[in-house]
């Protein structure tokens, strides 16, 4: 039985560095390259030992594929092509493609510049990576060879996110990134087709969360930040240049505008207009309400919305703040984090999730005093806010896209381990089909049961269809194909009886049975045969029996034929023989052992 | 298979049947039948408003007849030549495959047919797009009410209908049949309800139809999402091929490799304007427009709003820049100018390499964006919404056809001052032809045709590559043009070749031996295979329920108590000779020691006397024949003879 085997190096039971080996049909697809924001050490990339200590990753990898431009999907990507060496392709959408090397340069400059990072990949490392990149359309079936066969779905998750359905032969593989199975202001739902993959391998982070409506959410979100800059205190809200920023960007432009509030908006200087630019650029990425409206009206041009400077950071009264990254593990966020965190009338809104070992991941478990540098403590005096507002399904969303798609077999990554569990049990319930959840390093195997592609020759079909259609419709009536299956050259082909003997060069040996029996009758010939068939007929309802001549009976035109004979010198009694071939077997002794019961 | 050509080589359409589908390939308006009629002026005192009569000929259409520079126009609303096939039934069309913006144009007239069931399928460029040129046309036509039609005995019909062209009368009809089915346009309800039937497909997406063949859409090059198609069932490929361009332009360019290994290979679509090479026609153009400007005068552009024009803003703004000439405005008029503009800076995936690498920077694709912001290049919805018209200028504005739109009102105004410049950039309509109303005409008239479709030479190279089976094109391009009767490279050269004329059917012989199927695992593992021979040929009887949801095969395990008892075929056959000696050895093992042998010319006959059988062997047949037993002589004979033959 085939097989399909996929080993996490980053993302089993975990969330951060997803990287996940995959093996279909002899082929092998990474998929997803990440980085781990909570690690400073070794183990902030993906363990490539794992397929280096056999054989080089060019001679290992068929073709990587990103889902999307997170870090944790696409951090470690230079590091592995360049740093590792790498020289295959490497797929992701265009807006991907497009955004990725910044956030990728973004990322390079905190690492080296601010922590000091020595062993790390440079600016032009992060080029010649992207050179590597095949962009691909939504949609494309796109081939990496002969055989290994991907197509990217939309996932909603952030501008340019995919899911990818992955296609060796008969056997498939969806992977799903992160995505979301709810539109928002500014993108769509995720969406697939019913691919009904052999595996779905899909994210949990919210695997247990079922959370209220989004309304609600922004509902609440809005309040608490108008709450707080009308008792004059300072919103920061840390975020990823690209994705949340921009829907809470939207949401409070809108609302700023409705309420007529002139406190002012910041946004962290220098990605905001490019990244909004790319907003623009790919606006067919985004929903249906933003692409139709785009011409009169950009949602992308906001009017409240100003570029931030580090001087502002002391201003006095209230502000708003978006600043990047997201789980305040470094750069400006943590700056301005640092500055704000001691008053009680500030407030921190964390849009999204935060991975372990981030000072966001601490403050949002409530840890009053915080660790910024080794020996630097803040005290934690403003109000924690969490609103979760990353763009991953939740776990009716899951459920949905199980629903959706129809997979065979369920893998959860990209989430915690103890709620895996649960969705496991639910999936388990719910669909009756096997969910796995490997662990770093784990390789789970999943068994298939692919259909085995094989001809028909045309005529045997034909025949078959012409039959059929003869037939009154009837829906319990089952559809019969009779042939021999040859496999030549691994090909199979089904043909029927007579070519298969011409093809093999082997002709059919028939074999013809007559046995004769002798009855005690009396009378003529035609009585006798008269009485034959009247015998088989009410034996043998569903089945034509004919008279051709006054000493034979047909039985399913000649199929069986039984012949009344005279024996010489003797009227009391007749000699009956019967004759079938070896196909119709069954039909031809049942025939015979009923002509037995004559005699006695 | 049966291809039904319904268009002509520049306005595609055609209908394919095959595998029991019926698959229309674009669905082309045939425009060139406006060029009959009169001008719908925009103004009131335009001389097209009080034209004279033209008075010999049936006074019943006197009154819409005008005769301007011995020229007969018809004076009533257009008609547009719509794809017409009577042997087919609008309800038998299964899909309409859309390949670009301008192949779309007479897609209302069919979906709006209440019997029309089919899925229509086109990129999303193509609908967009398609969209403004729909609706500009609706627009441009609407704007100037015309009487809808002269009564004709009693019966409502434009009169254009009854110009019969044999009579000899100074109107031309078009060039063909193809404008039999004359329809006036539709409503701009009918133009969304349409586009709500397409289903939207990107480059190189497969989609099924109804399991029966897979259509794909891949990039031909020619304009946003231009595609052309390809066909695939099991075993068999048609490729349809239409408008392709290998130049580079700002479109994604031509995928060729998918289109190799084609059973039939479908090619039209070839540039209109053969005789002028789209290069050296930009030149031209440029010079025209500065030589205008030096003089202090206006250029026109008759245009389309989305396509050549995106080129041109780029290339003619470069070459005034670079010649001194950066502060004479542009202006594009149309009612989508706008969307126009903006809708193309988004189309990152859809457009040449040079264009998407800017939008990784990220940079607007396209220079006009700026030029816009610059105030460079103004946008209006129409004439009269331009505050001030700064001369001298550069104007871009529709229709092409010079029959409609704002461009008449300025031909009537410009036309007078002979430092005016008008410059064709379309090749579909005859230049002379569309400004013959307007004459006498003192500005200067330049044709500076660009049509970026394949050339001969492009066609000929393309197919020589291809290496199709069978390549079916328009008569028209397989023997030099009628006006250049001399020029034996404008013709396409392939050995074989089925020729399209307009109204045309062509029936096409594709062989196919074997239909594919899966089987499923369950049956595939009780299946007992017999290896036949050392080359590892392996057979088997096979019954199979075959199952045929979404029109594929799939052969899975039967269940035999469905099965009408005495009708279940056999499982196993038997295969081979028997050998004389093997069998008798046999026959003695199993105790049959009365067994006697004979031999015959082409076999033997085995005489058991203890159990009163005979067995008749020949070489492909055996017959066993017993008397007086039970059947149990005859089973036992049975299974050793089977023993001594091959059997699967």
């Known amino acids: 039985m085939p097989e399909i085997k996929l080993t996490p190096l980053g ?48 001679e290992y990898l068929d073709c990587v594929i990103i889902s999307h431009f997170h870090l944790d999907h696409c951090g470690a990507l230079p590091f592995m092509t360049e740093m590792i060496g790498y020289k295959g392709p490497i797929y992701m959408t265009h807006p991907t493609k497009a955004i990725c090397p910044i956030l990728l340069e973004d990322m390079r400059k905190v690492m080296v510049e601010r922590k000091g990072e020595t062993n790390f990949f440079t600016s032009q490392m992060i080029k010649d990576c992207m050179k590597k990149v095949v962009p691909v359309n939504l949609h494309q079936t796109l081939m990496v060879d002969d055989e290994l066969e991907i197509k990217a779905y939309y996932a909603g998750h952030v501008l340019g996110a995919a899911m990818i359905r992955i296609r060796v032969g008969q056997e498939s593989v969806v992977y799903t990134g992160d995505y979301n199975m709810t539109p928002d202001r500014h993108l769509g739902a995720a969406w697939i087709d019913r691919c009904r993959p052999d595996l779905l391998i899909t994210e949990s982070t919210y695997a247990t969360t079922i959370r209220d409506s989004k309304r609600c959410r922004e509902r609440d979100f809005l309040k608490k930040v108008h709450d707080c800059v009308d008792r004059g205190g300072k919103v920061l809200i840390p975020v990823f240049a690209l994705g949340r920023a921009q829907e809470l960007c939207i949401l409070l432009e809108t609302y700023w505008e409705r309420m007529n509030l002139k406190v002012p908006i910041y946004f962290a200087a220098g990605l905001t207009e490019r990244a909004t630019n790319y907003y623009k650029m790919f606006i067919t990425w985004t929903n249906q309400k933003i692409k139709k409206t785009f011409v009169q009206r950009n949602m992308f041009d906001f009017n409240h919305i100003k570029a931030f400077d580090k001087q502002y950071i002391d201003n006095p009264g209230a502000m708003v703040v978006f600043a990047t990254p997201g789980m305040l593990h470094a750069g400006l966020s943590l700056q301005i984090f640092k500055r704000w965190a001691p008053n009680e009338n500030n407030m921190v809104i964390m849009p999204g999730y935060c991975v372990s070992g981030t000072v966001g991941q601490k403050i949002l478990s409530g840890h009053k005093k915080v660790e910024l540098e080794t020996g630097q403590f803040v005290e934690v005096k403003m109000s924690v806010q969490y609103m979760s507002f990353s763009a991953h399904a939740d776990a009716k969303g899951i459920m949905q896209l199980i629903h959706y798609c129809q997979p065979k077999n369920v893998l959860l990554v990209h989430g915690e381990g103890a709620k895996m569990e649960f969705l496991k049990q639910k999936i388990n319930q719910e669909f009756k089909i096997d969910c796995f959840m490997p662990a770093n390093g784990e390789t789970c195997t999943i068994t298939t049961k692919p259909d085995i592609p094989v001809e028909i020759s045309l005529p045997l079909v034909k025949k078959e269809e012409a039959e059929y259609d003869l037939q009154p419709p009837d829906p319990k009536r089952q559809r019969l194909l009779h042939g021999v299956m040859i496999m030549k050259d691994n090909k199979l082909k089904i043909v029927d009886v007579q070519s298969a003997a011409k093809e093999l060069d082997l002709p059919r040996h028939i074999m013809q049975f007559t046995e004769t029996v002798n009855v005690r009758e009396l009378g003529t010939l035609s009585r006798v045969t008269d009485k034959i068939a009247n015998l088989l007929k009410a034996r043998l309802p569903d089945v034509s029996v004919e008279l051709p001549a006054e000493n034979e009976v047909s039985v399913d035109n000649s199929r069986v034929i039984v012949k009344v004979g005279q024996i010489p010198k003797n009227d009391t009694a007749k000699e009956v023989s019967v004759t079938w071939s070896i196909d119709d077997d069954e039909l031809g002794a049942f025939v015979f052992a009923l002509m037995g019961t004559l005699s006695k | ?369 700026q030029l816009v912001k610059d105030g460079r290049l103004r946008h209006c919805k129409a ?266």
């Open chain 2, 383 to 648: 004439l009269n919404g331009i505050p001030e018209l700064r001369q001298p200028c550069v104007l871009f504005g529709g229709h092409p056809s010079l029959r409609f739109g704002d461009i008449t009102h300025l031909l009537e105004t410009w036309g007078s001052n002979a430092n005016n410049s008008i410059i064709f950039t379309e090749a579909e309509f005859p230049y002379l032809e569309c400004l013959a109303p307007f004459q006498p005409l003192a500005m200067k008239a330049f044709y500076c045709p660009i049509d970026t479709s394949l050339n001969f030479h492009q066609a000929n190279k393309l197919i020589k590559d291809l290496k199709p089976d069978m390549l079916i094109t328009h008569e028209e391009y397989l023997a030099s043009p009628r006006a250049f009767p001399h020029r034996v490279d404008l013709v396409l050269d392939y050995p074989a070749v089925q020729k399209l004329s307009t109204g045309s059917v062509i029936n096409l012989k594709l062989k196919r031996s074997v239909a594919t199927a899966v089987m499923d695992p369950i049956l595939a593992s009780e299946v007992e295979p017999v290896v036949r021979d050392e080359s590892g040929t392996i057979a088997s009887t096979i019954t199979a329920t075959l199952d045929t949801t979404n029109n594929k095969y799939k052969l899975v395990k039967p269940s035999m108590d469905l099965c009408d008892p005495w009708k279940c075929p056999p499982s196993k056959y038997a295969w081979g000779s028997l050998d004389s000696s093997i069998v008798m050895q046999k026959l003695l093992q199993e105790g049959f020691t009365q067994a006697k042998i004979q031999h015959n010319a082409t076999g033997f006959i085995i005489t058991i006397p203890s159990d009163n059988a005979t067995v008749t062997v020949e070489p492909n047949s055996t017959h066993i024949v017993c008397t007086g037993g039970d059947g149990a002589a005859r089973l036992k004979l049975r299974r050793i003879l089977i023993s001594c033959l091959t059997e699967f």
């Open chain 2, 1 to 369: 298979m049966k291809y039904y050509n319904l268009g002509t080589c520049s306005k595609p359409c055609g209908i394919l049947k095959w595998r029991g589908l019926t698959i229309m390939l674009d669905c082309s308006l045939d425009i060139s039948t406006v060029l009959n009629y009169l001008p719908l002026p925009l103004a009131g005192n335009s001389k097209f408003t009080s034209a004279p009569h033209f008075q010999n000929y049936k006074s019943s259409a006197e009154g819409e007849l005008c005769e301007l520079n011995n020229v007969i126009l018809v004076d009533s609303t257009p008609l547009f030549g719509v794809p017409y096939e009577s042997s087919i039934d609008i309800s038998e069309i299964d899909v309409i495959l859309v390949s670009n913006s301008s192949s779309i144009l007479a897609l209302p007239f069919f979906t709006e047919n209440p019997d029309f069931h089919g899925t229509v399928y086109a990129t999303e460029p193509t609908v967009n797009v398609g969209r403004f040129f729909m609706e500009e046309l609706v627009e441009f036509v609407q704007a100037v009410p015309k009487p809808k039609a002269a009564k004709s005995a009693g019966k409502w019909e434009n009169v254009f209908k009854q110009l019969d062209p044999s009579l000899n009368f100074p109107c031309k009809i078009g060039d063909s049949c193809f404008n039999r089915n004359l329809k006036e346009i539709y409503s701009k309800k009918a133009i969304s309800d349409a586009l709500l039937r397409v289903r939207i497909v990107g480059f190189n997406e497969n989609t099924d139809i109804f399991g029966k063949v897979e259509a794909t859409a891949v990039s031909s090059g020619f304009s946003l999402g231009s595609c052309n198609w390809i066909l695939k069932s099991e075993s068999q490929k048609v490729v349809y091929v239409t408008s392709s361009s290998t130049l580079t332009t700002h479109p994604s360019p031509m995928e060729q490799s998918s289109l190799k290994d084609a059973n039939i290979f479908i090619l039209t679509g070839l540039t209109r304007a053969a005789l002028h090479n789209p290069d050296a026609m930009m030149g031209e153009i440029c010079m025209a427009v500065v030589h205008t400007l030096r003089n202090g005068g206006n250029v026109l552009f008759p245009c389309y709003p989305s396509g050549i024009i995106y080129d041109l803003f780029e290339c003619l703004t470069n070459h005034l820049e670079a010649h001194g000439y950066g502060t004479y405005p542009f202006y594009f008029i149309s009612p989508h100018a706008e969307t126009s503009l903006a809708y193309s800076n988004i189309l990152a995936e859809w457009l040449s390499n040079n264009k998407q690498r800017k939008v990784y920077l990220p940079e607007d694709p396209f220079p006009h964006a």
């Open chain 1, 11 to 58: 993302a089993g039971q975990d969330v951060g560095r997803s990287c996940l080996l995959l093996s279909i049909g002899g082929k092998n697809v990474m998929l997803d390259c990440g980085m781990h924001m909570g690690f400073n050490d070794e183990r902030k990339f993906p363990d490539f030992s794992f397929i280096t200590n056999n054989m080089s990753l060019d």
